[in-house]
């Protein structure tokens, strides 16, 4: 008889980095894909099936937290990836208060309605992981990161906190963190020497691999130089 393959929980999988992450676990885990965009959810479930993969989507707001605890109920998850995040990069007096409230609500709050909904279960078999995707902007302030900064240097203290509450009942908790990828994430168009999504989703994987007794707690990954093209 074989073993059921690890179930992974990507949010904010329908495109960016959430969707790399969940195309780079599909060979090694079942995918459970979390966004609102339904049509670009079902683009990577084929995309996944097309390797030979399976993929449910689940088309969700993660800032709702009653929808969240509704449609994650008895849902197994091995692997969280609390990837969903949003970035309205501009001055502080320029922002207004529904962006704020949004990037709060995606980047922070909906962290607690997820993890809440799949953590107990990892604890009660023993073992999980939840991978947090941070920012180098969650250890380094800049202008125009005032409020997108802040939820950053929030997750960093979520995820040490909740760390230090869980790990020796089995589960990893973890951060990586990213220089700029080339996404439609924020303002601006991607540079040439930006990440690509596929190197996050790389290192999400080698933090998910790691030996059971070893846990990878922070992970800060940076293009080489943004004085160098790509390749060159
Ligand atoms: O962003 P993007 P990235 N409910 O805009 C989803 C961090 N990061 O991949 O709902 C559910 O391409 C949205 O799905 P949809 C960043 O802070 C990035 O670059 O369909 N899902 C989409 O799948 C974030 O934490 C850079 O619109 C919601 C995804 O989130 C993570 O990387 C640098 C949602 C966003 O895709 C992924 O960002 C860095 C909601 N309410 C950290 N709202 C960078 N790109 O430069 C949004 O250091 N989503």
């Known amino acids: 008889m074989s073993t059921p393959r690890p179930t992974a929980l990507v949010t904010g999988a329908s495109r960016g980095i959430g969707r790399a992450i969940a195309l780079r676990l599909a060979p090694s885990h079942d995918i459970v894909a979390v966004a609102r965009s339904t049509s670009e959810l079902d683009a990577l479930t084929k995309d996944v099936a097309a390797t030979g993969g399976t993929c449910r989507p689940i088309p969700l707001d993660v800032t709702d937290g009653a929808a969240v605890a509704e449609r994650l109920?008895?849902?197994?998850?091995?692997?969280?990836?609390?990837?969903?995040?949003?970035?309205?990069?501009?001055?502080?007096?320029?922002?207004?208060?529904?962006?704020?409230?949004?990037?709060v609500d995606v980047n922070l709050n909906a962290l607690y309605h997820?993890?809440?909904?799949?953590?107990?279960?990892?604890?009660?078999?023993?073992?999980?992981?939840?991978?947090?995707?941070?920012?180098?902007?969650?250890?380094s302030a800049f202008v125009g990161g005032s409020c997108y900064a802040a939820t950053k240097w929030a997750v960093m203290a979520f995820t040490e906190s909740l760390m230090l509450e869980v790990r020796d009942a089995g589960v990893r908790v973890s951060v990586v963190m990213p220089g700029s990828v080339a996404t439609h994430f924020g303002a601006g168009d991607p540079k040439n020497w930006n990440l690509r999504p596929e190197d996050v989703a790389e290192s999400v994987a080698h933090v998910v691999a790691a030996p059971p007794e070893v846990l990878i707690h922070r992970l800060e990954v940076r293009a080489l130089s943004p004085k160098r093209q790509r390749g060159t």
């Not at 109920?73 to 704020?100: C, H, S």
């Not at 997820?114 to 023993?126: D, E, F, K, N, W």
């Open 114 to 139: 997820v993890t809440r909904a799949v953590l107990p279960g990892m604890l009660s078999r023993g073992r999980g992981d939840v991978v947090n995707i941070g920012s180098i902007a969650g250890r």
């Open 73 to 103: 109920r008895g849902v197994d998850v091995d692997v969280l990836v609390n990837n969903a995040g949003v970035g309205v990069l501009k001055p502080f007096l320029e922002l207004t208060a529904d962006e704020w409230r949004t990037m």
